[in-house]
């Protein structure tokens, strides 16, 4: 099952621009991690955040997490052609003991970035 | 360093065939994952190896899905009788051991007529 929704579902920008997706989660977390795909390829992944952070930034990525809203958001900022992909967040749930458990994906955003 | 390897990366067969899947987890990572993508959603994971053995495969569905991982490198995912539904991508990820980030294999794409 899923664990969460990204928002939006498809996202379409003009290069140079910023875009910013949304997720949303339903359970308790360790962490939460966000990945990219591109069309036939594996995830990638991309930056992770932990249930006692609030903001991290990787380069042209900035993810914040709000646990009091389970939710999230991915901004890439400038964005290029090459980020055109699908982006997918991913939480591990606050049930294990630590380690490296399972994630729980949601349904993804497709990030369409138009020269 | 060779990335997570998966074979083959394109499959197709008829309903009720068997159909297997190997991954080859990069080296060193001892936990693996096994992963169903359906079009158009997020990868929901199958079963979880720490080593050779399956810490969670509540997912599974194990009247007709196996796995294995014997020594707790290599892993094969096994589908019989396969049926129409499981048509999707089948993904692999593995990582090393305390660490949370995973690291995936291309996918195995099923496609039962």
């Known amino acids: 099952s899923q664990q969460g929704e990204e928002d939006p579902q498809a996202l379409s920008i003009q290069e140079g621009e910023n875009a910013t997706m949304n997720c949303s989660y339903k359970?308790?977390?360790?962490?939460l991690q966000w990945y990219r795909q591109n069309s036939g390829r594996g995830l990638v992944h991309l930056i992770l955040?932990?249930?006692?952070?609030r903001e991290k930034h990787s380069g042209r990525l900035r993810v914040t997490l709000d646990t009091s809203k389970k939710s999230s958001s991915l901004l890439i900022t400038a964005s290029r052609a090459a980020d055109t992909a699908s982006y997918f967040c991913?939480?591990?749930?606050?049930?294990?003991?630590?380690?490296?458990?399972?994630?729980?994906f949601g349904k993804g955003t497709h990030l369409i970035i138009q020269p | 360093e060779a990335g997570v390897v998966q074979s083959p990366r394109y499959k197709i067969i008829e309903k009720k065939q068997p159909v297997a899947f190997w991954c080859n987890p990069i080296?060193?990572?001892?936990?693996l994952y096994w992963y169903l993508q359906n079009l158009g959603q997020g990868p929901e994971l199958l079963i979880r190896?720490?080593?050779?053995?399956?810490?969670?495969d509540s997912q599974l569905p194990k009247d007709r899905f196996s796995a294995e991982r014997l020594k707790g490198v290599d892993s094969t995912l096994k589908i019989q009788p396969a049926e129409l539904g499981d048509s999707a991508v089948y993904l692999c990820?593995?990582?090393?051991?305390?660490?949370?980030?995973?690291?995936f294999g291309p996918g195995t794409r099923l496609l039962v007529l």
């Open positions: 080296s060193g990572h001892n936990t």
């Open positions: 990820a593995s990582s090393p051991q305390g660490l949370e980030t995973q690291y």
């Open positions: 955040i932990r249930s006692n952070e």
């Open positions: 991913a939480t591990e749930n606050l049930y294990s003991g630590g380690g490296a458990d399972g994630l729980t």
């Open positions: 359970t308790s977390i360790n962490n």
């Open positions: 190896y720490e080593n050779e053995e399956a810490v969670d």
